[in-house]
């Protein structure tokens, strides 16, 4: 590339396009894929494979990108009260952590999707004993690098009957560095459903009854208090800020 238009652009300017061209979030199936498998990387592998300068130049800016592992951890329960899905996810990170080797310096974010927890299903307390267990294991994996860690589930909170049932959600995404904050947003999300369970009183849309309506009312009144618990409990673990 010695010779090549690109080359002869400062290296600030250089850096710049890396960042426009390889920054974004990527997707890491960690339940069905190996931990050297990324999606949505198409174009970016490409630009990566270019020449030996551009890769030693573009490769940490694209490990500053946000890294997003899904997996089912909230969606199984055992009947002990574990989450079965939790080591093997532990694991999971640890052996993608071993492949990138020397690049690990350039880390800066990690974000763990755990899915889908189901506030109705009535398993607060494992949510409020172990998931603030389970963000520390995972900055545990981290704590020799740099990388912030945040975890994001969504939270079902109500299920509405019959052959084509509807489900409630409420994002929760969950920022150690931050839990003022990331209790706030979810405080908001509960408030904006607040809104719609009134207009749904008002109009009685998709065929709700009066019974569904209050039945809403009581899982959303149920949901933050179990929220609640939930960030006062974070807010009292030793999480790496």
């Not at 800016?61 to 909230?74: E, Q």
């Not at 093997?88 to 640890?94: N, R």
């Not at 409630?168 to 719609?196: C, F, I, K, W």
């Amino acid at each position: 590339m010695d010779n090549s238009p690109f080359n002869r652009l400062p290296a600030e300017l250089r850096i710049r396009i890396y960042e426009f061209a390889l920054v974004d979030d990527i997707f890491v199936d960690a339940v069905w894929e190996e931990p050297t498998t990324y999606r949505n990387l198409i174009g970016r592998q490409a630009l990566l494979e270019t020449c030996r300068q551009v890769r030693q130049e573009a490769l940490p800016i694209f490990y500053s990108s946000c890294f997003n592992f899904h997996t089912c951890v909230l969606e199984e329960w055992a009947e002990d009260e574990r989450l079965p899905y939790h080591g093997p996810f532990i694991t999971f990170l640890q052996e993608w952590l071993k492949t990138l080797g020397a690049h690990t310096k350039h880390l800066r974010k990690v974000k763990a999707r755990y899915l889908a927890w189901f506030a109705y299903q009535e398993q607060d307390d494992i949510l409020v004993q172990l998931l603030p267990r389970c963000i520390r294991e995972i900055q545990d994996v981290f704590a020799q690098t740099r990388v912030r860690v945040e975890l994001s589930f969504t939270v079902r909170w109500h299920a509405v009957g019959g052959p084509e049932s509807t489900e409630t959600d409420v994002p929760v995404v969950v920022n150690p560095s931050d839990l003022p904050s990331s209790r706030n947003n979810v405080e908001n999300a509960l408030q904006d459903e607040e809104g719609l369970i009134r207009k749904e009183q008002e109009e009685l849309d998709f065929e709700l009854m009066e019974g569904d309506i209050e039945g809403m009312k009581s899982s959303l009144q149920r949901t933050r208090r179990i929220m609640n618990e939930f960030f006062d409990v974070l807010e009292t673990t030793d999480f790496k800020t």
